[in-house]
């Protein structure tokens, strides 16, 4: 008879006597149908162990551990890396989304998504110069770049001719204005 598991799958035999199910001379017709962890090979169990382990690993690391979009704060603050460019020259007196009149010498930013009032911490990753900033503005809308920040501070992370840097953005702590 047909057997998947080294002639003891309890379908086609009986685990101790090696005897068919479906037999008519049966002298103890109980045994035929005895089960007992024996029936699986190891196989068989080891990988039952590893499914088990897997699932015990996919709820421990669930979603709730990973950040979520910036318009919900975390209660931890994290660090992402992102490409940052400066604005200043052009839009120096204008209004800001937040409301306030944009200075192109204040430490500020402007962020998609992160809350108005924000404190971020930005890291050139070129030369390691780190500065504090506020958001208050939205922006930037050019693919590609994630973080436009004022011309005093693209002068102080040291970016100023390049125009474009990756830096590491770490949140501080999230404003309290509820306009986002």
């Known amino acids: 008879m047909y057997s998947l598991c080294d002639d003891c799958f309890p379908c086609s035999y009986n685990l101790h006597l090696r005897q068919p199910l479906f037999s008519s001379d049966w002298n103890y017709p109980r045994q035929a149908f005895t089960w007992s962890l024996g029936c699986f090979n190891q196989g068989m169990i080891k990988r039952a162990a590893i499914m088990v382990a897997f699932l015990l690993w996919a709820k421990m690391t669930s979603l709730r551990d990973f950040p979520q979009p910036f318009s919900r704060p975390f209660s931890r603050p994290f660090s992402i890396v992102k490409r940052a460019s400066w604005y200043g020259n052009k839009d120096n007196g204008k209004e800001t ?4 009149k944009f200075n192109e010498r204040a430490m500020t930013a402007a962020h998609r998504q992160l809350p108005f009032g924000s404190r971020i911490r930005v890291t050139n990753l070129v030369n390691r110069r780190s500065l504090s ?15 436009d920040v004022s ?27 509820g306009r986002s």
């Not at 900033?133 to 973080?147: A, K, S, T, Y």
């Open 97 to 100: 989304a937040s409301g306030e």
């Open 133 to 147: 900033l506020r958001i208050n503005d939205r922006g930037p809308f050019v693919e590609g770049r994630d973080l």
């Open 151 to 177: 011309h005093a501070a693209a002068k102080r992370l040291g970016f100023e001719h390049e125009g474009i840097a990756p830096v590491e953005i770490q949140v501080l702590r999230y404003g309290k204005d």
